[in-house]
């Protein structure tokens, strides 16, 4: 009995000295082989800096494009006013006319005389709109281009190799949620960045660069006071050419 129990030990003794030999076997393999050949393995992608920018914001903060399109909107206004009065003039002339007997000398050149001025009328008109259009078109392309300019500047500066553009909705929309404006915050997700840390944008770097360069020259506009005109009443059609994002040129503070 005494040697059964001997046996079984030493077996057992045996079994264990086998498992711990494997398990150091097996270690000593793991940290004997050679590592990789470094020129073999493939280097980790870098690092790339990324900034985000809100284009749309600076383009309605931008203190000479804000001068520039309330200039144009008063410009529009006094060619409206203008034309508003060739039109009464042609419906005097039309009163005129009804007056007359047909076929007479004076009828034919009464109307011979309308249709001239109403011809006129219309090439006066269409001349307008679009050299008022043309005019926007020309204050918001130089706008962009100059914050364009800030941002490659900005990004070479300071080594950031991607800028991305990140319009950003919620800030455009009145405090008051409604179905539109909620659709209108919720679709941004499908062309901008869904989230991304404020240390990363470099919208409030551009805009004090703006703002220093006009000052003196124009007013800083007030975004938050912008706004409240923006929805203080439904925007009507404007022929005047806006910006990138579209939005409607405001009347003077």
């Not at 800096?49 to 410009?75: E, G, S, T």
């Not at 050419?241 to 405001?250: D, I, R």
Request: aromatic content about 6%; hydrophobic content about 40%.
């Amino acid at each position: 009995m005494k040697r059964t129990l001997l046996c079984l030990l030493a077996m057992v003794a045996l079994v264990a000295s086998g498992t711990v030999t494997s398990n150091l076997l097996a270690q000593q393999g793991a940290v004997a082989q050679p590592a990789a050949n470094p020129q073999q393995q493939q280097a980790a992608a870098p690092l790339i800096p990324v900034a985000v920018v809100d284009y749309m914001y600076l383009m309605d903060i931008h203190p000479k494009l804000y001068a520039d399109m309330n200039a144009l909107m008063q410009n529009q206004k006094a060619a409206s006013e203008k034309l508003q009065a060739d039109r009464t003039q042609l419906a005097a002339m039309q009163r005129e006319l009804e007056a007359m007997t047909v076929g007479t000398p004076d009828y034919t050149k009464k109307m011979e005389d309308i249709r001239r001025a109403d011809s006129e009328f219309k090439i006066r008109a269409a001349k307008m709109s679009e050299e008022i259009q043309m005019a926007g078109l020309h204050a918001n392309y130089n706008a962009f281009l100059e914050i364009k300019n800030m941002v490659n500047v900005y990004a070479e500066r300071y080594n950031i190799a991607v800028v991305i553009n990140n319009m950003d909705v919620a800030r455009r929309l009145p405090k008051e949620r409604s179905p539109e404006t909620m659709s209108a915050e919720m679709s941004q997700l499908e062309t901008t960045v869904a989230c991304h840390q404020s240390a990363y944008s470099i919208t409030p770097a551009i805009e004090g660069w703006l703002n220093n360069t006009y000052k003196g020259k124009y007013d800083v506009v007030n975004f938050d006071q912008l706004k409240e005109q923006r929805f203080a009443k439904p925007q009507q059609q404007t022929s005047v050419a806006t910006g990138p994002g579209g939005g409607q040129p405001m009347s003077p503070r």
